[in-house]
């Protein structure tokens, strides 16, 4: 089975400041690693996925992650956040191959970013 | 651009009084999902469905939970008889493809049972 922990529920931050979400998972097998975006009384959105290859991935509105294997992590990085990345973030795993395809969610970051 | 969506947005309802939740997913998408979220909690995963069957189902989607694909291009969700504690925001979800594919996301139905 999977797990995965986002180790902030929350995290404020000025706006331009650079931010990183943390995210860590437990799993016996290889898998795929997501975060999505929730912005309020919306449905979840993806952000960016790693499948396989460069363990640095680039998502949309300016995000990347770096999977981290040996640390069992894939933290979310912006180098500079506006005012509208204020959301909340979720990072979520599935394993490779499974029959299903569903996805094991984090408990959820939320951004908040301030003037 | 292509989007799920579901129906209706919140209902409120009795304790057990049956329920329907409905979603048109992304039309030439084979992969069906229901997830929910307690409010503060995690989003949770409820059920899979391909081919008109079920491909996974997780430990809460117990007998009162049921899912159907009735006409092609709507799912739903059932639950029989609801609980307190079935209040939740419901996320119906498709994909093309499994594992490795992206899962839209509908906007939510929020279920309040009293």
């Known amino acids: 089975a999977q797990s995965v922990t986002q180790l902030d529920s929350q995290v404020p931050v000025f706006e331009e400041a650079p931010v990183e979400l943390r995210c860590n998972y437990s799993s016996s097998v290889s898998v795929y690693l997501f975060w999505y975006v929730q912005y309020p009384n919306q449905g979840l959105q993806l952000l960016l996925k790693y499948l396989s290859g460069s363990t640095l991935v680039k998502g949309i509105n300016g995000f990347e992650a770096e999977f981290n294997k040996s640390q069992t992590s894939f933290h979310l990085r912006k180098p500079s956040v506006h005012i509208s990345d204020t959301a909340e973030y979720f990072c979520a795993v599935t394993a490779v191959y499974n029959q299903g395809g569903k996805l094991i969610f984090g408990q959820g970051t939320e951004l908040s970013v301030k003037p | 651009e292509p989007e799920v969506t579901q129906t209706p947005s919140h209902q409120v309802t009795q304790m057990g009084q049956e329920v329907i939740l409905r979603c048109v997913p992304i039309s030439n998408h084979l992969y069906f999902y229901w997830y929910r979220q307690i409010l503060g909690q995690k989003v949770e995963f409820l059920v899979s469905?391909?081919?008109?069957?079920?491909?996974?189902k997780s430990e809460i989607f117990d007998d009162q939970f049921s899912v159907e694909r009735p006409d092609g291009s709507n799912f739903t969700l059932k639950i029989r008889s609801t609980k307190l504690e079935d209040s939740a925001m419901y996320f119906c979800?498709?994909?093309?493809?499994?594992?490795?594919?992206?899962?839209?996301f509908g906007e939510g139905s929020r279920l309040t049972v009293l």
């Open positions: 979800a498709s994909s093309e493809a499994r594992g490795t594919g992206e899962l839209f």
């Open positions: 469905f391909y081919n008109n069957e079920i491909s996974e």
